[in-house]
């Protein structure tokens, strides 16, 4: 059975693009492959963080994980940094990267703009998120296409240790989202729906309160046609709420137009309302069992049992490569 890595970063709240994008379709992969899904805590860290909110919001993802569907006899959930092992690779990692292409990474060069002093975990991320999917022999990474150029690197370091020192690492795959996947922020449909959003309407968290979303999705940018019809370009608006309705209700698009032909954009909002509410409602519900409980510790303990076990295999023949300490078995 192939390997599957995925890591969320524990900041701010999971969007419902985060969830129809890459979480929901965990779930799925759940069954198909042997899966590692990680709470990326040290990938934070990277630009100024509150410590009590980190570690709320590290639980709060945790419990997440498991409130969407993944299950923990299926697939290991764990957080990065209960797991020694991803900081030393990171390092190796590191120093099997050359400056030169860590400062040609798009993300580094968007966020080191906006900071006047740029901490050196900014530029030294990308090493340590290839210890991340190095280390448990992963042959495929789902990725949206901002961490596609990541996982690129992640393949090119990977390449060049084992041509230095023998065949270590198994090569990632990279697997993007299937088209239709991309959800839009519903005041600017234009861009993509995202947590860090200064705008409250734009955004739908998991975990906002049943009525507020459906007063945002109410109150969502469209157009003045007045026509339910898919049009990326001309209609953002409408066809992302097409997108929406479909992604989750399972619905084709061509279908919900038909039954909206002639009717308005009030009936139509209702309707996504109720799909995006009933579909959330189950989530949040589990959600509030699972976040001060025993059962998520004991998940989250045997999950980080079961990460080092496999981490630290890889590890040892890391430092072995290299010549790390003494030699072990």
């Given at each position: ?20 994008g ?89 966020k ?6 740029i901490?050196?975990g ?18 495929i ?6 961490q ?5 690197l ?18 990632p ?10 959800i ?20 739908i ?17 469209t ?93 040892r ?13």
């Open positions: 059975m192939k390997t599957i890595f995925s890591g969320i970063q524990p900041t701010g709240t999971v969007t419902l693009g985060n969830y129809i890459a979480m929901r379709q965990f779930v799925k992969l759940q069954d198909e492959y042997h899966c590692y899904f990680c709470i990326v805590d040290e990938h934070a860290i990277t630009v100024p963080q509150d410590r009590l909110e980190l570690r709320k919001n590290i639980k709060s993802l945790a419990a997440l994980y498991l409130a969407v569907g993944i299950d923990p006899e299926k697939a290991t959930i764990f957080i990065q940094s209960e797991v020694p092992a991803h900081t030393e690779a990171g390092w190796i990692m590191q120093c099997n990267s050359y400056i030169g292409e860590l400062e040609r990474m798009t993300q580094y060069k968007d080191s703009r906006k900071q006047a002093s901490p050196a900014l530029l030294t991320y990308p090493p340590l998120m290839a210890a991340d999917i190095l280390l448990y022999k992963t042959d990474v789902p990725v949206g296409d901002d596609k150029q990541h996982v690129e992640t393949r090119d370091i990977a390449e060049r240790f084992n041509k230095k020192y023998g065949e270590i690492f198994t090569i795959d990279i697997q993007l989202p299937a088209n239709g996947a991309r839009m922020a519903l005041q600017e449909p234009t861009k993509k729906m995202s947590k860090s959003d200064t705008n409250q309407k734009s955004t968290r998991l975990l906002d309160d049943l009525k507020q979303i459906e007063k945002k999705i109410k109150s969502a940018v157009d003045s046609e007045g026509i339910v019809k898919y049009d990326r370009e001309n209609k953002p608006g409408i066809s992302n709420l097409l997108d929406i309705h479909s992604a989750l209700s399972g619905e084709p698009v061509s279908s919900i137009e038909a039954r909206f032909e002639g009717k308005g954009y009030g009936d139509f909002k209702a309707e996504v309302a109720h799909v995006v509410v009933e579909a959330i409602r189950p989530i949040q519900e589990r959600y509030n069992e699972l976040l001060n409980s025993d059962e998520l510790d004991e998940i989250l303990d045997r999950g980080a049992e079961e990460a080092n076990k496999a981490a630290n295999k890889t590890l023949k890391m430092k072995n490569a290299v010549g790390l300490g003494r030699k072990r078995r």
